[in-house]
């Protein structure tokens, strides 16, 4: 987090100095609660010379005058009270942190006649303005002389509303949501010389301070479990293979636990078969999976879920070497499937094959999901609004489609099927690792199926979501943390109690 932000909940506040933020509905209407921080009626006049109609997120500025109690108010539109829905309050959070600039102390008028909220309503609201108040600047070194000057400084909001107790309990959990997606985030906008394999390994342990039991396996570990496919992308990379696994224990000891994985490429050069220059940087980036993954888990433990979850994530760099893979070569996966490598920046799906393999082998969950930052193809299909949802069942699918809506990280199923799998029969092996120039999103995804033998499977491609983000009104940040919100969101409404 770039400024450090405590939010409280108040039933009623007298404001002084900083800003105040009323939100308003369509017709101009703000909280009753606020009504003597305007006494010369300033913001009316605001209204209408900004021509401000109470648009959802639309926003005026006002300099207060003197006798007003606030140096600022702010104006927040709601849009038409009867249209106010479930998911605009995270949004609706957004805006109100693009209103507070250099303000340190905040209030925010939250109840407004005529709009329904909730405890849990008003706790969104928090949680958008911690997602929106995230920045990377860990490398600015200039920006951090202006923090020690005290630009950057705490800041304090209070929301003023007749829900204060019970959002105060949802605030507890939306933390623990923001933190996972910081994380996740963070993760993602590291530079790859810092965040190798082993740096990375190291992160899942530090969940461990949270409750979670964490593994992590190394290369000869690896070896042991016959790991050819994974281990084959890492053998041209200085810096060795990492695979971890978390546990989070909160359910019942004798329930299924439910299973995410996660590609973890700290830096994809395309290896032998490499890619080109321009943008290669953006590669930093290929952990997407794994970094929401983790995210994900840090959530689930900081909120103490109900429900038992296992974790894996495959940590590998895919570098060009004298000793790395060859296109030609044939590896031998765990699940003893044979692998004829076409393209060595096919990786990904190396690298999950035997993550997947190995954990429903060992763990026997409920399902497994997976997130990959697998292929620039979804982008060409889906763009950056969606990510491409796979999956061998339409209940899980549902689920997952419906927590997109929720969340707003939106997720579209694509087809799967037989005349798509035999795509990637190969000549000299049980199958390749490209299937040719067309559909290869689908194909990748028929790779990914045959690892998951016949447990319930989904799996998010993530490289139009995950990193180089677009900018939204909750994020700013070139790692999105895509992912970790939707997936706590279906253990939410679906596993847990
Ligand atoms: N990491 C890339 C996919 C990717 C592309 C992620 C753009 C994020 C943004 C993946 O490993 C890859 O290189 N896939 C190839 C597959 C091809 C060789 C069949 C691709 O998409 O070009
Ligand atoms: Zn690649
Ligand atoms: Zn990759």
Not at 146 to 175: L, M, Q
Not at 244 to 258: D, H, R, S, T
Not at 364 to 381: C, D, E, H, R, Y
Not at 479 to 490: H, K
Request: charge should be neutral; aromatic fraction near 6%.
């Amino acid at each position: 987090m770039s400024k450090k932000i405590t939010i409280s909940f108040s039933k009623s506040a007298k404001p002084k100095g900083g800003l105040a933020v009323l939100l308003s509905a369509k017709d101009g209407q703000t909280s009753e609660a606020a009504n003597e921080l305007d006494p010369a009626g300033v913001t009316g006049r605001a209204m209408e010379i900004a021509g401000f109609d109470g648009k959802a997120r639309a926003t005026v500025d006002v300099l207060a005058p003197q006798d007003c109690p606030t140096d600022r108010i702010g104006l927040l539109g709601l849009g038409d009270p009867a249209e106010v829905s479930e998911n605009d309050w995270v949004r609706l959070g957004g805006s109100i942190f693009a209103l507070i600039r250099k303000s340190k102390k905040i209030w925010v008028f939250a109840d407004v006649p005529g709009v329904e909220t909730s405890g849990q309503h008003i706790a969104d609201l928090a949680l958008g303005i911690l997602l929106r108040s995230y920045s990377f600047d860990t490398y600015k070194t200039r920006k951090k002389d202006n923090d020690k000057k005290g630009e950057a400084g705490p800041v304090s909001i209070t929301i003023v509303t007749t829900h204060s107790a019970a959002a105060k309990r949802h605030f507890a959990v939306s933390k623990a949501v923001a933190s996972g997606v910081e994380l996740a985030r963070d993760l993602v906008n590291e530079p790859p010389n810092v965040l190798g394999p082993v740096e990375f390994a190291k992160k899942a342990s530090d969940l461990e301070a949270l409750g979670v039991d964490v593994e992590i396996l190394t290369e000869k570990e690896m070896k042991k479990l016959k790991m050819g496919a994974l281990l084959g992308v890492a053998q041209g990379a200085a810096r060795p293979a990492r695979l971890a696994i978390m546990q989070w224990k909160g359910g019942k000891a004798k329930q299924k636990p439910l299973a995410f994985i996660g590609k973890g490429v700290v830096f994809d050069s395309g290896g032998i078969s490499l890619k080109p220059g321009a943008g290669m940087e953006d590669m930093k980036g290929d952990m997407g999976g794994a970094a929401a993954v983790i995210g994900l888990m840090h959530t689930l433990a900081a909120r103490k879920a109900k429900a038992n979850v296992v974790a894996l994530i495959g940590l590998v760099e895919n570098m060009p070497d004298g000793n790395a893979q060859r296109p030609g070569d044939i590896v031998t996966s765990m699940s003893g499937q044979t692998i004829e490598i076409i393209n060595t920046d096919a990786e990904g799906r190396l690298v999950l094959a035997d993550a997947l393999w190995y954990c429903q082998d060992r763990f026997k969950p409920q399902f497994m999901i997976n997130l990959a930052t697998l292929t620039g193809a979804i982008l060409v299909a889906l763009g950056q609004q969606h990510a491409g949802l796979f999956s061998n069942d339409d209940a899980l699918s549902e689920q997952l489609s419906s927590a997109g809506g929720v969340t707003q990280e939106k997720v579209w199923r694509m087809p799967l099927g037989p005349e798509y799998d035999k795509m990637i029969d190969s000549k000299f092996a049980d199958m390749k690792n490209v299937g040719g120039r067309f559909a290869g999103s689908i194909t990748a995804g028929q790779f990914l199926q045959r690892f998951v033998n016949d447990t319930p499977w989904a799996h998010l491609d993530v490289a139009g979501t995950a990193m180089n983000a677009p900018q939204t009104d909750i994020n700013r940040s070139w790692g999105s943390g895509f992912g970790v919100r939707l997936l706590d969101q279906l253990v939410k409404a679906n596993y847990e109690g």
